[in-house]
């Protein structure tokens, strides 16, 4: 006989749920259990556990009244799933799927009603055998999505967690009133943190909004210390964006179709947020809040920032109306210097709050007890606010390890409790403690929760006894689908700690790693390589960098064997790859530069930087290499000898430019182009050559060879059917022409470059993740035309260009790295044509806060220098307006030297010496670079004077 529970809340679809259950039990192969046929009797509670204790399938029907947090449905799921139950979602109306189960296959009942609540049969009878076929093993209970690739590119998330987690919860109305006031105001903002202290319950309160929020909370991640897994980016994100799949059918679609495309995805983080988070989501509406919660943010930080928060802060402006994220962290800087605009709830230990939860706790726990007064009050001392300490308490009271009417006896605080179970564990030497050290040394300091045959393998024992120290530490270890973890970071913190652990219990993290690296040289020496294993590839370099086995790490990062392995291991994305060789490049620069030397010198190294030079580009690790003197090392062991290997050199063409040393990449493309000609290279290579020397001969204002290198930049981009190229490369030309004063050339320039790009956003799919790339370019696109026709006194032309990339950028709620410029050209408008000086003062204003945090010397400088020129112009009439101009001039000059742009430098000078005539002192600057530069500068002296003169 097959055990069916079926957990039902009443309401106007109690005729169709009697029919279900009168059906399954008329086949009389089905023990069907209906909930709702007992709850008359008095030990309703104790039949309903266990029914659902024996049942083969637990089915839950979704309703209002089901999913509401004041009925008792949830409570019987929470059971099943912590009881690990195949559970089956029953659709009677279109309520939400509780998140426990949200991804399972649901079986439709909502439509077999006609409007007067008739079952409409022909509708009804499909759904039922669906459910029977499952129930009796004919069908297997898949996942609710239109392609299963979701499931298996993207699932990371355990509902199991949500369940686990907010076992014994309590309280905490408080936080409640304050979610739920902030959720139903529409123009709240739309990030909340929720801060408390270790051991709280901030974990439980996450899991608790997921539970009784139901119809709003659309994803949930817990981030756990030491499990990469459980604090990667990527995975977060790509966790979340399955979840809210099973929420939304347009999502799913819209997602299916993008992995189907770009599977899960080499991208950064932030990109990987914006193709299935942002994007898709914009095209979606919800008629009410959702909202994505990540435990545990302080988690995520790795390698001394936290990316994840950097990129939902950075992208909220971007985020459709409809979605928010609420995050949990320890009240850390780190993590609350992100958070400045947001709503901000903070849960103090010693607040009255706080203890009152705690109390109420207690008190339900303890009411069979009977407690005296005293002793409670004792009890809440000894708590110190900790919900965690608490919880443990109640467990060992229940379990009669401690005697709720001697609290005196009771351990102080959640580090003594901790102390008291390992002497009760290991005093009487039954079990090595030694032995355990070992398990937990290597515990804390893995990235993934490893097996019991790992810890025994790596800690040179038996498996059979590691399984035992295992079990001995039931209390502080999970075993979860076989692998082990520690039950809270608390207790990690306790054992690594030398100032609260006694010292016989002491855990040194360093053991850990020798243990890991010992385990790494095994399993090499074994000869099993490189290929398969899950901590060889993912702890080897963290093992070196920790143990200062610098000499190792500076051998292992030339061994193209284990690079290709990390790079393309089933374990490591490429970019986490690329992050893992930057991390120990910096670590061997910050120890002697000649390690990082000896890296730059080996095949390997030349081999990443040319195969992955535009990953390495859009993850902004060029900067970083400059960091690690990879400019030094060119210029003192590699000087300016062209080698063989034609992408190697791209891509340190690409790092000079990168790193805004123009006057370097461009002598270094014309010894590449000189070594290697053009017509010697494959298409890709040639044209982005070509695409390298316009953009580097235009900062160098070297137009007579732009123009010569033109013509066939736009060919070969073309014939690669690079629409975005073609496009950048008439930009580019649109720009040289307006300096060489060819008004026509470069306005039609700049028209084909919106042309091209316009055209390929048209030809973009709806669910094309380029799409708001694309956009985005098109506004600078718009904003360099802008920029010719203010030069060329065309205002009406240039507001009417600048509105067009307003538009998209308000579109599309965000800003890119080229939206600095796009407010510098809008304030280069109001200056040229006299504007308002409030509309001048709120761009200057919104610049100084772009710019506040930037590390662009050009944007920084091209700024000064607008703002130097406002100044002088308003000094004709204003002596303290004049005074600002000299600093700002200077500054401008000094980064425009330091990034080798001739032309922006000589603009400048320009102006300082207008500023001198001003002053009635004679001229400081007599610079000269070509004629080109010689042309343009005259006509810009005579457009600042014409401006100065309409003042």
Known sequence: MINVFISYGHNDYDHVARRIVEDLRARGDLDVFFDVDCLERDDWEQLI???????????????????????????????????????????????????????????????????????????????????????????????????????????????????????????????????????????????????????????????????????????????????????????????????????????????????????????????????????????????????????????????????LAEIIVASQGALPSWLRFLVTSRPEEDVRGYFQACHRYAMEESSAENNADIRRFYDKAFQSYHPDEKSMQLLMEKTHGSFLYASVIVKSVKARELDIHNVESFPNGIYSYYKMWFHRIFDDGRIPYEKVRSILSLLSVVQAPPDVSFLADAASMEEKDAYRYVDALSSFLRVQNGLVRPRHKSIMDWLTTPSICPSEYLVLPNDGYKLLYAYIKKVREAGR????????????????????????????????????????????????????????????????????????????????????????????????????????????????????????????????????????????????????????????????????????????????????????????????????????????????????????????????????????IEAETDESNTQMGDHLFLAEDYRVYADAAIWHGEYDLAANLLGKAQAIYTLYHTVDRYYPRFLYTSLFLEIARHGETKRIEELRTKLEKVLSSSKDKYDKAQFLFLDALYYFLEGKNNPESLQKVEPRLKQAIAFDKDISVPLEALEAKCLMNLYDEACDRPARFNDKHNEYTDVWIAYVEQKIREWRQNR
């Open 529 to 760: 390589g490189w290929k398969t294993n899950y901590y060889v590839i993912h702890e080897y370099s963290r093992c070196l960098r920790n143990l200062k086995l610098y000499d190792e790490l500076c051998s292992v990062m030339q061994d193209s064997k284990y690079l290709l392995s990390c790079l393309k291991s089933p374990f490591y994305n490429l970019y986490e790859g690329l992050e893992e060789y930057m991390i120990s490049l910096a670590c061997l620069y910050a120890v002697d530069e000649d390690y990082c030397f000896d890296v730059y010198d080996s095949e390997c190294f030349a081999s990443i930087l040319g195969s992955y030079r535009m990953k390495i580009y859009n993850a902004g690790y060029f900067l970083e290499l400059r960091t690690c003197g990879f400019e030094d090392y060119l210029s003192e062991k590699y000087g300016s000898k062209i080698g063989d290997n034609i992408d190697y050199e791209i891509g340190v063409v690409h790092f000079f430019y990168i790193s805004l040393n123009f006057q370097k990449a461009s002598k270094r493309l014309a010894a590449l182009v000189a070594k290697h000609p053009l017509d010697t290279l494959d298409l890709d290579q040639r044209s982005e050559i070509e695409r390298m020397m316009l953009l580097t001969y235009r900062k160098e204002a070297l137009f007579g060879q732009m123009e010569e290198v033109a013509p066939a930049a736009i060919a070969d981009a073309r014939a690669s059917n690079n629409a975005f190229e073609e496009s950048l490369d008439y930009l580019t030309m649109s720009k040289v022409y307006c300096r060489e004063l060819k008004k026509k050339e470069s306005f039609e320039a700049a028209e084909e470059a919106v042309r091209i790009l316009s055209e390929q």
């Open 49 to 307: 556990t266990q029914a659902i204790e024996r049942c083969d399938y637990f089915v839950f029907c979704v309703s209002q009244k089901s999913i509401s947090r004041d009925g008792y449905c949830l409570n019987e799921l929470s059971r099943a799933c912590e009881l690990k139950k195949t559970c089956i979602p029953l659709m009677l109306d279109e309520s939400f799927v509780p998140l426990s189960i949200t991804r399972l296959q649901r079986i439709f009942f909502n439509r077999c009603c006609s409007l007067d609540k008739t079952i409409i049969e022909e509708v009804y009878e499909p759904s039922l055998q669906k459910l029977i076929k499952i129930v009796t093993g004919q069908e297997t209970l898949g996942f609710y999505n239109k392609d299963i690739v979701i499931e298996d590119q993207l699932q990371t998330f355990d509902p199991y967690e949500i369940v686990q987690n907010s076992l014994d919860f309590e309280g905490r109305d408080a936080f409640f009133k304050d979610f739920e006031e902030w959720l139903n105001n529409p123009s709240a903002l739309p990030l909340y943190l929720l801060e408390a202290a270790p051991g709280v319950g901030k974990t439980a309160m996450a899991s608790a909004l997921a539970t009784r929020y139901t119809a709003s909370v659309a994803g949930i991640h817990f981030c756990v210390h030491n499990n990469a897994a459980k604090t990667n980016p990527k995975k977060i994100i790509l966790s979340l964006a399955c979840q809210l799949a099973y929420r939304s059918p347009d999502y799913q679609e819209t997602l299916a179709d993008i992995l189907k495309k770009e599977g899960g995805g080499e991208e950064g983080a932030k990109r990987l947020f914006e193709i299935f988070i942002i994007e898709p989501c914009r095209k979606i509406k919800f008629d009410s809040a959702q909202i994505f919660v990540i435990d545990g943010l302080d988690e995520a930080v790795a390698n001394g920032k936290n990316e």
